[in-house]
T-cell receptor, first 117, second 110 residues
Framework: NAGVMQNPRHLVRRRGQEARLRCSPM?????VYWYRQLPEEGLKFMVY????????ESGMPKERFSAEFPKEGPSILRIQQVVRGDSAAYFC???????????????FGSGTQLSVL | GQQVMQIPQYQHVQEGEDFTTYCNSS?????IQWYKQRPGGHPVFLIQ?????EVKKQKRLTFQFGEAKKNSSLHITATQTTDVGTYFC??????????FGKGTRLSVIA
């Protein structure tokens, strides 16, 4: 049973370019979460999605960032016009059911390290 | 919003020494979870505590949930080099998914 798959593992972008990060949840999981981790920092919640629905995007910057989880295919975190401050590790996690109330454990992918030059 | 604070931020121990990390929440938690992230790796779920005053053990690791359900601790007995990594606690915040503390980075000197 494959775990949470993220790609690419490493992504290098120049300032102003777009970054697309992909996440395929574990088989049977319909809930996807994106977290950002800066060096020496914890995991900062960004967005929570179910298939075709954004449930909670309270942690996502209002500009340049967007996320989707289409009916078919992986979840995508998209960062437009990247800036150096966007450099971080972006982790995707999945769970089989809702974590409203945070009762479900999360299964994390290996992350995408984004470097903005 | 709800905040989860962890101390210490860093801990260096000699192999064989014990290690404890503490987690405090600004609000009462329905449950608390602990994760471990090895250097260069991703967070991996360790345990979930739900009941007030709950204590759970996993080999050399002991997890406690405070009576008021606002704090928790992780204690490792006789650390080994395989224990190296960052330990995070995480708790729910209303209907928002898990809020993570900043973690405690453990270094073990052989």
């Amino acid at each position: 049973n494959a775990g949470v798959m993220q790609n690419p593992r490493h992504l290098v972008r120049r300032r102003g370019q777009e970054a697309r990060l992909r996440c395929s949840p574990m088989k049977g999981h319909s809930h996807v979460y994106w977290y950002r981790q800066l060096p020496e920092e914890g995991l900062k919640f960004m967005v929570y999605l179910q298939k075709e629905n954004i449930i909670d995007e309270s942690g996502m910057p209002k500009e340049r960032f967007s996320a989707e989880f289409p009916k078919e295919g992986p979840s995508i975190l998209r960062i437009q016009q990247v800036v150096r401050g966007d450099s971080a590790a972006y982790f995707c996690a999945s769970s089989p059911t809702t974590t409203l109330g945070g009762n479900e454990k999360l299964f994390f992918g290996s992350g995408t390290q984004l470097s903005v030059l | 919003g709800q905040q989860v604070m962890q101390i210490p931020q860093y801990q260096h121990v000699q192999e064989g020494e014990d290690f404890t990390t503490y987690c405090n929440s600004s609000t009462t938690l329905s449950n608390i979870q602990w994760y471990k992230q090895r250097p260069g790796g991703h967070p991996v779920f360790l345990i979930q505590l739900v009941k007030s005053g709950e204590v759970k053990k996993q080999k050399r690791l002991t997890f406690q949930f405070g009576e008021a359900k606002k704090n928790s601790s992780l204690h490792i007995t006789a650390t080994q080099t395989t224990d190296v990594g960052t330990y995070f606690c995480a708790g729910p915040s209303g209907n928002t998914p898990l809020v993570f503390g900043k973690g405690t980075r453990l270094s073990v000197i052989a």
